[in-house]
């Protein structure tokens, strides 16, 4: 059964490397690693994804792991997450792909990428919410919340772990059952890829309006290219482009 293990460790060399051997020599297997945060005060937070035997608890784990000198396990929970940890690159690269659904693909990719519960893309309506879009395990209803910047929220449900992300005239919501709290790099990185979402949505609408106004004119257009050479400053120019 996979389990997600939040550990803060020192930021030395070697260190990272004694947890994932007292990790498997308690019985854990480990299946991926991702370096959530490096503190201010020498320290670095990582998640370890990790598989253990069937009926198997991860007490043993979390105790091998806080024997070590330094080590604090944050947060342990089983995972649901399929097994691998969905990168901010690989999220980046779904969006490039469909720049004209970015949010909505951002939306739906937001639980695996931060490990949540649920996601939600509401708009203010009145005094109240209006949900745009939502994950399948999101509630029906949400309370509006006013803000500028990334955030972490205050949460009526005392299991519930949230956090908002401001996009436009509207908000991401975002949830996790249980914890672990959302760190700044979280929230940082969070609202980097509602920004590069917003931005290849308004690259794709100015395209398609060009385009538009080309076709209108009898002008020639450019040769189609895919969503992602158009939206990528790196890509390689099409086959006859250049000298």
Request: glycine letters at 12%; hydrophobic letters at 45%.
């Amino acid at each position: 059964m996979p389990f997600l293990l939040r550990v803060e460790l020192p930021d030395v060399p070697g260190s990272l490397g004694r947890v994932a051997s007292t990790i498997g020599e308690a019985g854990g297997d480990i299946e991926a690693i991702e370096i959530v945060e490096k503190t201010g005060h020498g320290t670095a937070v990582d998640d370890v994804l990790l598989e253990l035997a069937p009926g198997m608890m991860p007490d043993s784990i979390v105790s091998a792991c806080s024997s070590l000198p330094g080590v604090h396990v944050l947060w342990v929970s089983r995972y649901a997450g399929g097994g691998n940890l969905f990168l901010d690159l690989e999220a980046v690269e779904d969006l490039t792909e469909h720049p004209g659904e970015a949010h909505q693909r951002l939306l739906a990719l937001m639980p695996l990428t931060f490990r949540l519960d649920w996601a939600v893309r509401a708009t203010q309506d009145g005094l109240g919410a209006r949900i745009l879009e939502r994950t399948e395990a999101a509630p029906e209803s949400v309370e509006w919340v006013d803000i500028g910047v990334p955030s972490r929220l205050i949460s009526a449900d005392d299991n519930l772990v949230l956090c908002g992300v401001p996009v436009g005239d509207d908000v991401y919501l975002l949830a996790r059952r249980g914890g672990p709290e959302f760190l700044d790099s979280e929230l940082a990185r969070m609202g980097h890829l509602v920004g590069l979402a917003t931005s290849i949505a308004q690259v794709q609408a100015l395209t398609q309006a060009q385009a538009g106004v080309l076709g209108e004119a009898g002008l020639p257009q450019s040769p189609d290219l895919p969503p992602s050479a158009s939206l990528n400053p790196l890509s390689p120019p099409p086959p006859g482009a250049g000298g």
